[in-house]
């Protein structure tokens, strides 16, 4: 049986949090990002190399949310590069990622994958401005109720009731009287309704 020896620089121990990101149950992944944050010298390195792969895997993925729960801008400029030319999924997991990540860096990457993406990256920077909710977001997100695809228009209206359909009641009264998708029209009959200001 071999014991295994010190291991000073804890790069074991890094191995192991890594893997658990890949586990099925939520506990051992918790665990590991929990982890990988409480030491930021020795998972930073490792946790944007594993986001800058590109490659669509659970480990990639965890990997994405846990290097934006440390909310360093640095780091935007990684996660915002998974928004154009990934898989949908890392798309929608790059864009959920700088929706949670506090700085004005990630607000203004997603603005800018709603006026420059294409496909998903529109449609889910436009799903993720509305989750946080800044209000800076709201022209860019009155332009994407325009957009040529119904998928983008509905969240982009969608996203508007998540900062307050008042602000946007002459944009949304429009939709409910010309946008061709009656999903899209029927989201903004019922933001409308239910905005209470």
């Known amino acids: 049986m071999t014991v295994p ?33 409480a030491h930021p010298a020795s998972s930073r390195p490792a946790l944007d190399a594993i986001v800058r792969s590109g490659r669509d895997d659970a ?36 864009a959920s990622a700088l929706a949670s990540h506090r700085s004005d860096a990630a607000l203004h990457a997603l603005i800018n994958a709603v006026r420059e993406g ?19 977001a709201r022209p860019t997100l009155e332009a994407a109720a325009g957009h040529r695809t119904e998928s983008v228009r509905y969240r982009a209206v969608r996203s ?16 409910i009287a010309h946008d061709p998708s009656p999903d899209v029209r029927r989201e903004a009959r019922l933001l409308l309704a239910s905005d209470p200001a």
Not at 118 to 136: H, T
Not at 169 to 175: F, T
Request: proline fraction near 5%; glycine fraction near 10%.
């Open 118 to 136: 294409d496909g998903a990256a529109v449609e889910a920077a436009s799903s993720a401005l509305g989750v946080r909710a800044d209000e800076r």
């Open 59 to 94: 480990v990639t993925r965890q990997a994405i949310r846990a290097f934006a729960a440390f909310h360093d801008e640095n780091d935007v400029a990684a996660i915002a590069a998974l928004l154009h030319g990934s898989t949908p999924g890392l798309v929608w997991v790059a």
């Open 5 to 37: 020896g010190p291991d000073p620089d804890g790069a074991r121990e890094l191995q192991q949090h890594l893997e658990s990101l890949a586990d099925e149950h939520p506990e051992p992944v918790a665990g590991a990002i929990g982890w990988l944050l």
């Open 160 to 175: 508007l009731g998540q900062l307050g359909a008042i602000s946007s009641a002459a944009l949304l009264r429009n939709v």
